[in-house]
């Protein structure tokens, strides 16, 4: 079925035509929108771009980063600022798919996909969304909890924090085919250390729910404590706390529930995905 | 619904075709241009079988939308001989037996040439990582990792014949 596809050179002309029709989607690199029209989706026929360079920018400030919507994994993986994100970014697809996959549209990607976004939430991200004739920013949890309510919102940006140090920051992907197929899960942290104690943890997976999630049952079991073999068997002990993994052609529910401590374990242990 | 002119250069040479609204690359260029040497696989983005280069870099065309391409130049395995000479990594693919069925032959190429156009003397990692995209379900890959550094070791030489 043919498409209308309607390009505009500015945001927040994109924003009002994809929330003044109904039947539109927003594309950003395409790897959901092409399939879907691939496939005939006929739950929508007009598409919306924008080619606004600023939807590509990486911006710096002293404690946090923005990101263009449409920055790819391959633009983040070029980004010397955003190194602590290259594994996650790696995790994307292969090459040709990084050149297209987007952050924002990463935001959108169903579970089991959707790695890179595990990595914002535990870097505190905040989504700008330029949504009619008004933008406003919102936590990424939130935006994750009510994208399938409100389809018709542009993007715009992601905010994240800097990691504390360097190594604060860990992510790890596990799937079955490497080095460039679906994830049966991947996890992302944030451990900051004072004192040799963990403060402030944030760990997220992708492929436990059916978007990524935090898991505060972990992030609460290692606050306050040094990184041992102790704390990380609590922390495993409640691995799957107020998760729901899907079962799919990848892993079954059972599956993932098992490995899930098995993946965490090895992540507080210091091992993560290959920086590419 | 009316179709779109849409201009770039295909395999070095200006192209002019019409296209749907929302049609992809790959359509165009196998229904438009009748190059059939890049493969309809999955649709998906999964098998790289549709892999072309596009202004030097590695995108599948099925996930391209043929408008995009506007002004661009693509390249396809089309483009990889030079008449009757095969392209280093043809000639590698052939002797090391690299290709069964034949149907990822097509992206595994373009893939290994974006590969060696960026570096030319990889590691077998780096192969490995290049056509991570790319699914083969006939040779267990390992005929095709030789294949593309078998090749590396001869482009040098074929470069300079072209000069």
């Given at each position: 079925m043919p498409y209308t596809v309607k390009t505009f050179s500015q945001t927040s002309e994109a924003a009002n035509a994809l929330s003044s029709a109904r039947r539109t989607h927003y594309m950003a690199g395409g790897t959901l929108i092409m399939r879907a029209m691939n496939e005939g989706?006929?739950?929508?026929?007009t598409v919306i771009r924008s080619t606004?360079?600023?939807?590509?920018q990486i911006k710096q400030s002293a404690a946090r980063i923005e990101i263009g919507a449409g920055a790819t994994m391959a633009q983040v993986m070029a980004s010397s600022e955003l190194a602590f994100l290259h594994s996650a970014a790696h995790a994307v697809g292969g090459p040709a798919i990084r050149n297209i996959a987007s952050v924002g549209g990463n935001l959108f990607a169903r579970c089991p996909y959707g790695d890179f976004t595990a990595a914002l939430l535990v870097l505190d991200a905040t989504v700008s969304v330029a949504g009619g004739y008004s933008g406003h920013d919102m936590p990424l949890e939130e935006f994750l909890a009510v994208r399938n309510r409100e389809p018709h919102q542009l993007v715009s940006a992601i905010s994240i924090a800097r990691p504390?140090?360097?190594?604060?920051f860990r992510f790890l992907k596990f799937s079955r085919?490497?080095?460039?197929r679906k994830s049966v899960l991947s996890i992302a942290a944030h451990l900051p250390q004072s004192g040799g104690r963990v403060s402030g943890a944030r760990i997220a997976y992708c492929g436990m729910a059916e978007t990524p999630i935090r898991v505060p049952a972990v992030e609460r079991s290692l606050?306050?404590?040094?990184?041992d073999e102790a704390s990380i068997a609590q922390a495993c002990a409640v691995a799957c706390e107020g998760t729901s993994p899907s079962t799919d052609p990848i892993a079954s529910d059972w599956y993932r529930r098992e490995v899930a401590p098995v993946y965490l374990k090895r992540l507080l242990m210091g091992q993560t995905s290959r920086r590419a | 619904m009316t179709k779109s002119p849409l201009q770039f250069r295909h395999n070095g040479k200006d192209t002019a075709v019409f296209v749907e609204g929302g049609e992809n690359l790959l359509s165009a260029l196998r229904g438009?241009?009748?190059?059939?040497?890049l493969k309809y696989g999955c649709?998906?983005?999964?098998?790289?079988?549709?892999t072309v280069l596009i202004d030097g870099e590695i995108h599948l065309s099925c996930m391209t939308?043929?408008?995009?391409?506007?002004g661009k130049s693509v390249e396809t395995l089309d483009g990889l001989a030079d008449g009757p000479n095969l392209h280093p990594l043809q000639t590698a693919f052939m002797e090391n037996f690299s290709?069964?069925?034949?149907?990822c032959t097509s992206g595994m190429l373009m893939a290994a040439k974006a590969l060696l156009d960026r570096?030319?003397?990889?590691?077998r990692d780096d192969v490995i990582e290049a056509i991570g995209g790319n699914v083969c379900?006939?040779?267990?890959?390992e005929p095709i990792i030789n294949a593309i550094l078998d090749a590396a070791g001869r482009r040098s030489d074929f470069s300079a014949q072209r000069r």
């Open positions: 989706d006929q739950s929508f026929d606004d360079p600023t939807l590509s504390a140090t360097s190594d604060a085919v490497k080095p460039a606050e306050g404590k040094p990184l | 438009e241009t009748g190059d059939t040497t649709g998906q983005g999964s098998c790289g079988a549709c939308l043929a408008e995009t391409c506007a290709a069964q069925c034949g149907f570096n030319p003397s990889p590691t379900r006939c040779t267990g890959y």
